[in-house]
């Protein structure tokens, strides 16, 4: 009995630790494609659609410039990038406060006296959905200002003040808004996480193709090598306490440390640039990082930019190299198949059971990586009981004899 649970711990490390390279992956591709900014500006876009389904045609241009305002974007240069990298410059949060106030902002006409600006189609759609008065609130207020005016007879700035929060309170546009808030950014995180989910189960494919990863060899292997179960199940502990850093990292940790790198290695040049702000993805980063460069007219700013670049490729390498070292030095166990049958669908053939195992490794590995080390968890706390209730190896025979 100890000997089958044995066969399904070391099993599970492998998985853990296959699934532990999947999450690193997908981390990278949610700071790579800034997936928290575009789910963030989709839930803006249906909030204002719903709002106001005038809106409509202009609520992607209005999202875009509300999560590109420099009040919340992540990114300092909300121009700077072409529109195939727009979503490097979104915000990754908003809260409904921020939201109201930037909205009101967008729709304000130019006061006088100040520069002219260009204002766009959606500028004055904004400001005419935010004029619009809900039916019933208005209906109150016609009756409530002839009072306040009578009141304020002979101070007409102070009736000003009055009806402004009272103008705001009965806009249609604002308070379906904050009515609708929430259950939005609910299903923003919903769909940011089928999207992270999507990713997992694309990344658990392709690795188990590309390391031929059968299920059903690795367990008759596992079943027969008891040297292969007690190296796997003696690193459980080394592996499980690299999935706790890698699982409690947040996506975008890497271009931060990476930024904190190339300042720390140029103190005399890189020493005056602003504090280092949230960096949710590389190339909000990379933004921060030129516009830094230009704002304190640093000499020679592509040499940085390039020094930044190499850094951002040694963290994917320092990530990946990390994890496989792990894998390969501490579990003893090779996961790319050596000699690399060329092609690689070689291995299928002649038995297609090669094949069906790879896809039950995908299976389980799209499971994500902590559901297997729950399981470590749980097996490891097995595992001790299970093994003092295992009579000792020979004591059946013994007493058969006699």
Known sequence: MLEHLDTIFAFAVILAGVSLLVTVLVQLAEAFLALRGSNLRWGIRTLLTDADP?????????????????????????????????????????????????????????????????????????????????????????????????????????????????????AEVPSNIERWFDPVMDRVSQRFT????????????????????????????????????????????????????????????????AMKKLIAAHPAELGALDPLPNLPDFGAARTWLTAQLRDHAIAAPETYLHEYDALIEESFRGSLAGLRSLLDDKLKFRLVPDPYPVPFYNYWTPSWLHLWGVIASAALLSLGAPFWFNVLKTLGSLRPSLARKEPPQGTENTGASR
């Open 54 to 170: 005038l809106l409509g045609p202009y609520a992607e241009a209005i999202a875009e410039g509300v999560l590109h305002h420099p009040l919340i974007s992540d990114s300092t240069m909300s121009t700077a990038l072409p529109r195939l990298f727009s979503r490097w410059r979104l915000a990754t949060t908003i809260h409904k406060d921020e939201l109201m106030e930037i909205l009101r902002a967008l729709a304000q006409a130019p006061s006088a006296g100040a520069p002219p600006r260009t204002v766009q189609a959606w500028q004055v759609a904004l400001q005419k959905s935010f004029d619009r008065l809900a039916p019933a609130p208005a209906g109150q207020l016609l009756l409530a200002v002839p009072k306040l005016k009578a009141v304020f007879a002979d101070d007409p700035d102070q009736l000003a003040l009055v009806l402004a929060p009272l103008l705001s309170a009965a």
């Open 194 to 257: 089928q999207h992270a989910r999507l990713w997992t189960v694309i990344f658990s494919v392709l690795l188990a193709l590309a390391l031929h990863l059968d299920s059903f060899q690795l367990l008759t292997q596992l079943s027969t090598d008891s040297e292969l179960r007690a190296r796997l199940i003696s690193s459980a502990d080394a592996l499980t306490h690299t999935a706790d850093e890698t699982l409690a990292r947040p996506a975008g940790s890497l271009p931060g440390e």
